[in-house]
C-alpha cells in the first residue's frame, strides 16, 4: 500500500492534495489518508492554519472556495506528517525546500519515492542544481517532478489542463505517479527526462517576468510573442549547455511551450512585473508581492538571479540577452524598457548556439 504525504500547502500545493486525494479514495493501492504539511500561520481572525483547514476542508488563505477532499489531513509537524508515507509530494517555493530536506534528512522511509512540482534551482559553486537533484542528494531516494501549463485556480475549478512527469530511471514509479495524479480534467503523461522537465518549469517564470515588463508597457501582442520565443529559445539554449542530455521533445509537451504560454498570459509572475513596470520600477519585487499576492510567492525573479549567477560564473551573459536583462530590470539596474533593446549581435548569437 502506498501512502502519501503532500510537503506545502500553498497555492498549488492545496490543489495537489485535492487531486491526489480523489484518486486515493478511489484507487485500492494507495492509503486515502492525505497528510499535507503545513508551514503554520496565524489568520487575521487568530486561529491557526491548519485548524481551519482541517475544519472547514479548505485552505481559506492558499485556496479559498475549494473543498480539498475529506480525506485531506493538515499538519503542521513536518517530521509527523511525513512519518510511514512512501510517497512524498515536494510543493513549496523552492527558496525553501533545502531547509526542509535537512529538517526531513533521516526522517523518512528509506524506500520512499520522491516528486517535485516546485519550479525553480539552486545555484551551487559546481553550477545549477536542479531541486529533484537536491531531494535525491539530501534525502537518498529518488525524485521524479511534475511540471506543466498548471495555473492552479483553473485545475481547482476542474477545468482542463495537462502536466508532464519527467523521470530517469524508474518508470514504474513515474506510472505510479502518473497514476496518482491523473484526473479526467487532469491529463499527466511521461517522459524520461527529468532535468528538461524541471528546467522547462523552471525557466519559465523569468520569461514571464519579461512577458510581464511587456504588458506594463503596453507594448501589445506582437511584442510579447517575440519575448516570449526568444525567451523560449534561450530556455532550450540553457537546459541544453548546462545539462546536454537534455531533449528538444520535452520543450513540445505540457511543461514546456504550454507552461511558457499559460505563465506568460496569466501567472502571478507576470501580474507583478506588469505592476513593476506600470510603476517605472520604483516599487520592488517584494513590495508588490506582499501587496499582490498575500503570501504566495514569486518564483521568477529569484530564478533569473540564480540564472545569472551561473551565466556570469560560466562566461554565458553574451548568449543570453533576455535572461540578462530581465535581472537587470528587476534589480533596478536597468528601466523596464530596457527588455527589447536586445541588441541583433546578441540575438543572433543566442539563434546559433541554440541550432547547435
Ligand atoms: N500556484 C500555481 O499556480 C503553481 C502552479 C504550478 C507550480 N507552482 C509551483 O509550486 C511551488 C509552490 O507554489 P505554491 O503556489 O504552492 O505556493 P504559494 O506561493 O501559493 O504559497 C507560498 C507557500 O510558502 C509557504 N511558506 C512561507 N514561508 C515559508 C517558510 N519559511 N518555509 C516553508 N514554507 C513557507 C506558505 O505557507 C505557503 O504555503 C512553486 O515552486 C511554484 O512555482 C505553482
Ligand atoms: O503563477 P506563476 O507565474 O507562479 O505560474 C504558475 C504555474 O507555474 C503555471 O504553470
Redesign the pocket.
Known sequence: MYKVTVI??????SVAAKLIACNTVRLDSFHDEVRMW??E?KLPSGEKLTDVINKTNENVK?LPGIKLGKNVVADPDLENAVKGANMLVF????Q?VE??CKRLAGKIRADAEGIS????MEVKKEGPSLISNLITKQLGINCSVLMGA????EIAMEKFSEATVGYNQNKSAADRWVQLFCTPYFNVTAVQDVEGVELC?TLK?AVAIAAGFVDGLEMGNNTKAAIMRIGLKEMMTFSKMCFPSVKDSTFFESCGVADLITTCMG??NRKVADAYARNGGKRSFDELEAEMLQ???L?GVLTAKEVHEVLSSRGWLHIFPLFSAVHAISTGRLPPSAIVKISEENLRHVQLVSSL
Open positions: 506545502g500547502s500553498g497555492n498549488w500545493g503545513v508551514f500561520e492558499y510543493v513549496t517555493p523552492h525553501f531547509g526542509i512540482l516546485i519550479k525553480g498548471n495555473i492552479a485556480n518549469g517564470n501567472g502571478r503570501g504566495q510567492k518564483q
